[in-house]
């Protein structure tokens, strides 16, 4: 089945402890993306990647970071995690630019 | 810059027809998208138009894009209460050289009622 899938789904950390949400796509697309929803303010990028090793600032990349060694992987690192990055983190994948996103379920990271 | 915008809640009864509107503001959108969000959900494709059609028929969806007025909307027909969920309008730009982003409006609760 051809899916974007996140883990972990929830997690709830503490300030200043590093984690990292992992995202995989079994689609071979060339396009990844990653998200953040919150409330009133809808969905904001974070950071794309175009292709392995090619990544870039999305919207709002401040306390975030992207790596992209593999095709199918897109992880979301943060170093030192904030209550303000406390949020609804999205995975996205489309074949390439200009074309649909599909999303993952969706990661629910709770910062304390 | 990019901006969309839709109204917050629609209340529709089982069996009416929803119609959805949104409007956005970059008129360089390549496409336009509506995704459909349950609740503890992820984001979920509905259908998509590219900006130089004006309209789009799936099912019981229907797309139609107003490009001179920068409007987009999206009815359902039939509406059933498994249709109760937010729908986010989004649009697709080229920025930033190669990004290609998705913009998404503030989102729609759609509350259908029996």
């Known amino acids: 089945e051809a899916q974007v899938t996140q883990n972990p789904r929830y997690l709830i950390t503490v300030t200043g402890k590093k984690l990292t949400v992992t995202c995989s796509q079994n689609m071979n697309h060339e396009y990844m993306s990653w998200y953040r929803q919150d409330p009133g303010l809808g969905l904001r990028q974070i950071y794309y990647?175009?292709?392995?090793?090619?990544?870039d600032k999305g919207d709002v990349p401040e306390g975030y970071k992207v790596s992209r060694k593999e095709k199918r992987n897109f992880p979301l690192i943060l170093e030192s995690p904030s209550p303000n990055q406390t949020s609804l983190y999205f995975c996205a994948s489309s074949i390439g630019t200009g074309r649909e996103q599909y999303f993952g379920p969706g990661t629910r990271l709770t910062v304390t | 810059g990019e901006d969309v915008e839709q109204s917050l809640f629609l209340s529709v009864r089982e069996g009416d027809s929803s119609v959805i509107n949104c409007t956005y503001t970059?008129?360089?959108?390549?496409?336009l998208y509506w995704y459909k969000q349950e609740p503890g959900a992820g984001l979920q494709l509905l259908t998509y138009i590219f900006s130089n059609m004006d309209m789009k028929q799936d099912q019981r969806l229907t797309v139609l894009l107003n490009k001179k007025d920068k409007h987009l909307s999206l009815r359902i027909a039939d509406t059933q209460t498994g249709d109760s969920a937010i729908y986010f309008c989004?649009?697709?730009?080229?920025?930033?050289?190669?990004?290609?982003?998705?913009?998404f409006g503030k989102g729609t609760l759609l509350t259908v009622n029996p």
């Open positions: 989004a649009e697709g730009t080229n920025s930033g050289g190669s990004n290609y982003k998705l913009t």
């Open positions: 970059d008129s360089s959108s390549t496409y």
């Open positions: 990647s175009m292709n392995v090793e090619v990544t």
